[in-house]
């Protein structure tokens, strides 16, 4: 089972390597907000929520989706300064 494990972290990396992170533009931050706006107000599933919503950036993952969206909500609950 050795060579199955070894194929899989190596495609894994050299995904990550060529998936630079770009930072993300107020553009994307804008229609990402509104796209999970839209996916909350029709009650979609969260998981089948963040799929759609990175399909529809298309320059982004279902993970960064999800942990930028919780990154934004997390700096303006520290801007708001409400306790969390």
């Not at 919503?53 to 999800?66: D, K, N, Y």
Request: charged residues 25%; hydrophobic residues 35%; glycine residues 8%.
């Amino acid at each position: 089972g050795m060579a199955t494990t070894t194929a899989a972290s190596n495609r894994g990396r050299r995904a990550g390597t060529k998936v630079r992170c770009k930072p993300w533009t107020a553009t994307e931050e804008a229609q990402l907000r509104a796209l999970v706006d839209a996916g909350t107000k029709a009650q979609q599933q969260k998981k089948a929520m963040w799929v759609e919503i990175a399909a529809q950036l298309g320059s982004r993952t279902v993970a960064s989706v999800e942990q930028h969206f919780y990154y934004m909500e997390r700096q303006e609950r520290a801007k708001s300064g409400t306790p969390v």
